[in-house]
């Protein structure tokens, strides 16, 4: 591999930004206005390492909404509070091969397939607790903010859209109560499922995120240890078989990296032990991910040697 200096590293992503600028393929979301209006032309790349180094190119201080990649952070916390086996009672850890919102769960156990498609996820955000001094929300959105190393919000507007549009996830959310699988109304843990949805992050705030489970849970900036090893290590497996949902395979072979995506435009993908990928643009393929994001991410395996099989 290329050995790079510190501005190196920040030229490189700058030439990759300029490269696959004219990539235009692709849409915004049109679930709701706010995914609707963003500006397809925005396209940021940062780096951030296992050792907390980051390095940045075009748009990396945009603020966007962290959709579906919200729902590796909350399995986490999942994870953290209620312990593996608990959760896998209630979560399945197997690709679906369907689309992030199919209406399905398993047959038989009646449980979601996965945390990263919704069904899984409005899963994970309802076995969230709330503690004494904090909502499920807070303690949520109080964890994310723990990884990006600032204090993250949830953006009023688009919570409010997500709710207006959200009669898919309740459906979801009701299926999964008539299974069993949700104990009690769904209604609570479908709005904090929007909130999590809704909170507003930057591309540079993604790669944190996402260095903090490469730094098997402890943010390489802060030091504070956020999620514990083995949790890290079950939320990295679960998104290398499903964090791209029904483009997990083709991902799996092209990018060879863990990895998640959400619908305002964010990737992240981790290379454990090493450093963190994140791309935000806003222009989607048909399986939710970001057009640019993708090409960016298959760019920056290759030329830094990043796939897990190193051959690809
Ligand atoms: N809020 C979106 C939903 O629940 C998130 C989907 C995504 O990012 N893929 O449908």
Known sequence: AAVFG??????YLEQVVEQLRDQRGGAP???????????????????ATADGHVYAAGDADE????????????????????????????????????????IS?????????????????ITSTWLVPDSERDLRRDRIRAAYSRCAGRDLAISPEVLAQEHDAGDRNRA?????????????????????????????VTCRDLALMGAT????????????????PGTVSRVLSVMSSCGMYDDAGEWMVRVGLPAKSGVGGGIIAVLPGQLAVATFSPALDRHGNSVRGVLACERLSQDLQLHFSRTA
């Open 6 to 11: 510190p501005s190196a590293v920040t030229e």
């Open 29 to 47: 979301s049109d679930s709701i206005p706010a995914l609707a209006e963003a500006d397809p032309e925005r396209f940021g790349i940062v780096i």
């Open 63 to 102: 603020e966007f909404s962290l959709q579906s990649i919200s729902k590796a952070f909350t399995y986490a916390l999942a994870l953290e509070d209620l312990g593996a086996e608990a959760v896998h009672e209630k979560i399945d850890v197997e690709p679906s091969g369907d689309a992030f919102n199919e």
């Open 105 to 121: 769960l398993q047959p038989g156990t009646g449980r979601p397939a996965n945390p990263m498609i919704n069904a899984g996820a």
């Open 172 to 200: 979801l959310g009701y299926l999964l109560a008539s299974a069993g699988i949700i104990e009690g109304d769904p209604i609570r843990a479908l709005e904090d499922y929007f909130a999590q949805c809704s909170v507003l």
């Open 213 to 228: 489970l490469a730094n098997d849970g402890t943010n390489p900036v802060t030091g504070e240890e956020v999620f514990a």
